[in-house]
Nanobody
Framework: QVQLVESGGGSVQAGASLTLSCAASGRTSSSYAMGWFRQAPGKEREFVAAIIRSGSATLYADSVKGRFTISRDNAKITVYLQMNSLKPEDTAVYYC???????????????????WGQGTQVTVSS
């Protein structure tokens, strides 16, 4: 079992930056590929970014590419999402997730992620 706890959300103006953190705990929690998803009110949950165990490969949704950066510190068992140039359309609850270890490579589909955090709210005003 892996427990994931997100933090770092908040309310900011458009153009600002935020860094989300996801602290993992539990057995072999540093062995998973990790991802960030988000869900805006009335919309389906969508993929944001993912990173492999070593941190040497990442994947981004087109909507955040060039603005968001995912990284991880395996010594701290923490995954980060640096969000720059935030837009009102980035407003959502952001979730951290651990990918199913049986899957090769990085995926964007939420059913391929086994463990989920409780989410942290990000609100961007214009």
């Amino acid at each position: 079992q892996v427990q994931l706890v997100e933090s770092g959300g908040g309310s900011v103006q458009a153009g600002a930056s935020l860094t989300l953190s996801c602290a993992a705990s539990g057995r072999t929690s540093s062995s998973y590929a990790m991802g960030w998803f988000r869900q805006a009110p009335g919309k389906e949950r969508e993929f944001v970014a993912a990173i492999i165990r070593s941190g040497s490969a990442t994947l981004y949704a087109d909507s955040v590419k060039g603005r968001f950066t995912i990284s991880r510190d395996n010594a701290k068992i923490t995954v980060y999402l640096q969000m720059n140039s935030l837009k009102p359309e980035d407003t959502a609850v952001y979730y951290c997730a651990a990918q199913n270890p049986g899957i090769v490579g990085l995926t964007t589909a939420s059913p391929t992620y086994r463990y989920w955090g409780q989410g942290t709210q990000v609100t961007v005003s214009s």
